[in-house]
């Protein structure tokens, strides 16, 4: 079987990491996933017997080996942060299908502080910016033998100026304006 990265196959699918769990629904058979992440976590893989995976710290690669495909399946648990990037799924003939990502934070429900108390901090707060001259900062870099640009003489400003002045006469006086 060999992946073919620009032909699409009919299918689509999702990628659902939440609050320490990953899956993925299809609707279509899915034999390969390779997967983009960033975060810190500890992963544990809760794939079927018959599947591997693969990874480090930044992609995982999930194969399900001698033909056994899935459509909906926890991929793995994990403790931690982890947030999906970029995602390509592969269907049992090795076409890519589409997969949207959906990467769910938790999130409260009901606030149980009162604000006014927040309200009062906010009221004293202080900037602690300094006030200052920004810094200049020179960076050595090798000379990579590209040509400098000279600067403008005065000399070359008004040749310039007088060569555009009669393009544009010589312009309108043949009717090019």
């Known amino acids: 079987m060999i992946y073919n990265k620009t032909e699409l196959a009919t299918g689509k ?3 659902i990491c939440n609050d320490g769990s990953c899956s993925i629904e299809s609707n279509v058979d899915i ?6 992440f960033t975060g810190t976590a500890d992963i544990t893989p809760t794939l079927p017997e018959g599947w591997i995976m693969q990874g480090n710290k930044s992609k995982m690669l999930l194969i399900g080996l001698q033909g056994l495909a899935v ?3 926890q991929l793995f648990t994990y403790e931690g942060t982890i947030k999906i990037k970029k995602v ?3 269907n049992k003939e090795g076409k890519r299908i589409l997969c949207n ?3 769910v934070n938790p999130t409260w429900k009901n606030q149980y502080w009162d ?3 927040e309200a009062d901090t906010w009221d004293n707060f202080k900037s602690n910016v300094k006030k200052g001259k920004a810094t200049k900062t020179k960076y050595n870099l090798p000379d990579y033998d590209i040509p400098k640009v000279d600067k403008i003489t005065k000399e070359k400003r008004e ?3 007088n060569f555009t002045r009669k393009l544009r ?3 309108r006086s043949t009717g090019g304006y």
């Open 169 to 171: 006469e010589t312009s």
């Open 13 to 15: 699918s999702t990628i």
């Open 115 to 117: 604000t006014s108390i």
């Open 71 to 73: 459509k909906d399946l």
């Open 101 to 103: 990502i959906q990467n």
């Open 159 to 161: 040749k310039y100026k």
């Open 88 to 90: 390509i799924v592969a």
């Open 31 to 36: 034999l390969g996933i390779e997967i983009d």
